[in-house]
């Protein structure tokens, strides 16, 4: 049984940080480290002790984790940036918070020497002998420890202390795995085993090495003797620092605004599911006449506005799996269409019908939005021009960039930037107007759905362009224009968009709003500065229902159905860009002029490159023969942000591929991409070398066996492979489980609401006949089947959620069990 664990968190803000440069103010950015692997890196904001970040990730750790940790730093062009302060927060104090954290928290200093990372690999036991008793400590090795010289690397040993004796292994040179495979051994006072004085301890320490000044401390992990009387202790032990009580500062280093949640689901076997799939599926294929007596109207009815928009995006990725997306789509349409009696209102709120909608688009219509907006946003960040159509906003002084002459004219300023604006807004709609090819099918022919239940519910001349509009509020309002607006959440960049790019974007989202509008809000706002665009807009406004109609021209037979982990057809570029690529060969060291420059396509089948974009001959890895994708340590190649791909060859080879990016987030972008790509791989490594063979040896961990790289023997690296860490986005493959178990989660929360609602009210039901007129009495029949189906849809889904958690508790104690009989059977 899997478990599902997905970290959610936002990093908002901060407030009252120091001043870190001789301006007075400081260029604040945020590293976020899930056990000290950098997940993500923040923007810089410039000049700024106050910043507003707003970046939101989501990671997948099916392995879990300890800690979660917000470094704060300040920007500098020159020399090492300064750290400023750091919130840590432990997995323990998140899951405390089942709903979440949102709150601001001061950040506390932070001593380089202090941050541990690692772990440790042991062997203890107390040995009884005739004429001794001892303790035997195994200490075989260390990974992934924390680099304390200057060469990213550290000199370990490792210390152990027992009852105020204390032995020392060797020192390993020049390595964060150092592998020691030395047996010490403390003997023991004599008397009654098991009865060492109370409290007794056995402390294994791990040092840095340095030939000047004191050792560097690398982390501890400690026994009790008394216990490993009981029962000895073998396996990986994860290093801790010191128990020292963190300071907060009392707020001098300032304070972040964090949004954090974390959801961890014990994910059952498939047939444990099936009931609540069913039922939901019999909601579209069997609709009943009453509206609100289906599974799925019910959900709608007792979930939060909150929880909304996580339980659209998982029924839509259920119904997908099963081929019934556009049903599940046209029933929700159909249900907020009917009950909508004033077209102004239509899918204006958010029902479970515009989040669906909303998020079918993001699901399926990524690759498609990417090829429609990408080349345009990249050439509105590069040529980073001043635009500006409010005169309260325009800044002359900064127009001197535009002309050689000097600043100029408000009016010069205008005229150029509705020059610049139109020029845009017109690469942007004929880019959005010719792509009626490129929109997925499955996309086409929900639209076209929708176009038709709008029609049907309001047929009159004057409701001639509401049609139009509902499929435009969700194309253009809720898909190409946020994407437009702030491009890095729709994965278009990999960086927000500086002050003056943010505000040219802003401007053109506008526009391509009042487009999607079809031009019903023009001259009525409060923004008249944007009426010189009203001449570009109004001309559009035709050609944007040509496009529409032409877009819901297809058969809707050929939406087909999903493939069981894919959503896109396996051509489908999933990711792309210019990397430095090197492929490994011999045993030397391999230089800085030998990465290439090469640009690179994902697809679910192949990860392919070549010299440039255009260029015809590309070079090709299958998917289906990648074996680990893993970050490489910096000192392998002197080289920050690298990952290698090992791959395996038609004689069962292993081959290694380096390839750096230019930043951590693209590093942590193309790792999680290109896991989930081959996630459905046989043969994934457990473990790899995340250094470099050279001179004989790793460069990780110093052994000189360089058979590690082959499958069989299955000898493996020195450090766990994280195939399926990954971060959360639209390319997320498809996994009806745990989309089913989020569902259930959501029932399981509101279930006492269900059963308040439709059982326990039920025993009221309506008032006897005898008490009523003799008019109201068919309708409080009619009244009292309606509530009858209410109670037994009701029911059935009360059913279906105490069978799963009898599911869940059976598994719960089964795993309690064997867990219980390890311990006693180590």
């Known amino acids: 049984m899997a478990r599902n664990t997905a970290l959610h968190f936002r990093v908002v803000e901060g407030r009252g940080l120091p001043a870190k440069d001789v301006s007075g103010t400081s260029d604040p950015y945020c590293i976020v480290k899930v056990d000290n692997e950098v997940v993500a890196r923040t923007a810089t904001v410039w000049k700024n002790l106050n910043p507003f970040w707003g970046e939101e990730y989501t990671l997948h750790l099916p392995m879990g984790f300890h800690s979660l940790a917000f470094y704060v730093l300040d920007e500098d062009t020159i020399g090492h940036d300064d750290v400023i302060g750091k919130v840590s927060l432990s997995k323990e104090w998140i899951s405390s918070y089942p709903r979440g954290i949102d709150s601001w928290i001061n950040l506390t200093h932070v001593d380089p020497n202090e941050e541990v990372q690692g772990e440790i690999c042991l062997e203890l036991k107390v040995l009884e002998e005739p004429q001794r008793r001892a303790l035997y400590c195994h200490v075989i090795e260390a990974r992934d420890l924390a680099p304390r010289d200057i060469s990213g690397t550290s000199d370990p040993f490792a210390r152990v202390s027992c009852d105020g004796h204390t032995l020392e292994t060797a020192i390993i040179k020049k390595t964060r795995f150092p592998h020691w495979d030395e047996v010490l051994e403390f003997d023991l006072e004599e008397g009654v085993p098991g009865k060492e004085p109370k409290g007794s301890r056995v402390s294994v320490e791990v040092w840095d090495w340095d030939m000047v000044g004191k050792n560097d401390f690398l982390g501890w992990v400690e026994f009790s003797l008394d216990a490993l009387q009981r029962s000895p202790a073998k396996g990986w032990f994860r290093l801790l620092p010191f128990p020292t009580a963190e300071e907060d500062a009392g707020g001098k280093l300032g304070a972040l605004r964090l949004k954090v949640r974390l959801a961890e689901d014990r994910i059952l076997p498939s047939m444990y599911y099936q009931p609540l799939i069913e039922l939901l599926v019999e909601s579209i294929l069997c609709p009943a006449e009453e509206e609100d007596v289906s599974p799925l109207a019910l959900l709608e009815e007792i979930s939060s506005v909150e929880s909304r928009q996580d339980v659209a995006t998982k029924l839509v990725k259920i119904f997908l799996g099963q081929g019934l997306a556009v049903p599940f789509l046209d029933y929700l349409n159909l249900r907020e269409v009917t009950k909508t009696t004033d077209p102004n209102t239509l899918f204006r709120s958010n029902s479970l019908a515009s989040k669906s909608m909303e998020q079918f688009m993001k699901v399926v219509g990524m690759p498609y939005l990417h090829e ?455």
């Open 372 to 826: 429609v907006l990408k080349p345009i946003i990249n050439r509105i960040f590069e040529e980073k021009k001043y635009i500006e159509l409010d005169p309260c906003k325009i800044e002359l002084n900064r127009t001197r960039r535009i002309s050689f002459k000097g600043s100029l004219s408000e009016a010069q300023v205008r005229e150029s930037s509705q020059e610049l604006l139109k020029g845009y807004l017109s690469d942007i709609m004929e880019s959005i107007i010719g792509s009626v090819e490129k929109c997925p099918a499955i996309m086409r022919v929900a639209f076209k759905q929708l176009h038709k239940r709008v029609e049907e519910q309001f047929p009159e001349a004057e409701h001639e362009d509401v049609k139009y509009i509902a499929i435009s509020g969700f194309l253009f309002l809720r898909f190409f224009a946020p994407a437009i607006l702030t491009p890095k959440l729709f994965n278009l960049r990999d960086q927000h968009a500086d002050t003056r790019t943010s505000r040219t974007l802003l401007l053109l989202a506008k526009a391509v709003q009042s487009i999607g509008n079809l031009g019903l809000q023009l001259g009525h706002g409060k923004e008249q500065w944007m009426a010189p665009l009203h001449p570009f807009i109004l001309p559009s406004i035709t050609r944007v229902k040509d496009f529409l109609d032409k877009l819901i021209d297809v058969d809707s037979e050929s939406a087909g159905k999903a493939q069981p982990r894919t959503l896109f057809h396996p051509s489908v570029t999933i990711k792309e860009g210019y990397l430095h690529k090197r492929k490994a060969e011999g045993l030397h060291l391999l230089p800085r002029f030998t990465f290439k420059k090469r640009y690179f396509w994902l697809s679910s089948e192949t990860l392919s490159y070549s010299k440039s974009p255009e260029w015809q001959v590309r070079s090709s890895i299958p998917i289906q023969r990648i074996c680990a994708v893993e970050r490489v340590d910096e000192n392998a190649f002197q080289q920050p942000h690298m990952m290698q791909i090992i791959t395996q060859d038609n004689e069962g080879q292993l081959r290694t591929m380096y390839i750096q990016c230019k930043n951590v987030n693209e590093l942590n972008q193309w790792l999680s991409a290109i896991r989930k790509a081959s996630i459905c791989n046989e043969r994934m490594l457990p473990s790899c070398h995340p250094g470099a063979f050279r001179g004989n040896r790793w460069t990780c961990c110093l052994q000189p066996d360089r058979t590690v790289l082959s499958v069989l023997p299955p000898v493996h690296g020195c450090s766990r492979t994280h195939s399926a860490m990954t971060l959360g986005d639209w390319s997320d493959p498809l996994d009806p489980d745990a989309e089913t178990q989020m569902v259930y989660g959501q029932l399981l929360l509101a279930r006492d609401k269900l059963r308040e609602k439709y059982i326990e009210c039920s025993d009221a039901g309506l008032a006897p006949e005898q008490e009523r007129g003799p008019g109201t009495r068919a309708q409080g029949e009619q009244g009292r089947s309606c509530q009858d189906r209410q109670m037994a849809a009701a029911a059935r889904l009360l059913n279906v959620i105490q069978a799963l958690e009898r599911a869940h508790s059976a598994f719960e104690r089964r795993e309690k069990e064997e867990a219980d009989n390890d311990s006693h059977h180590p």
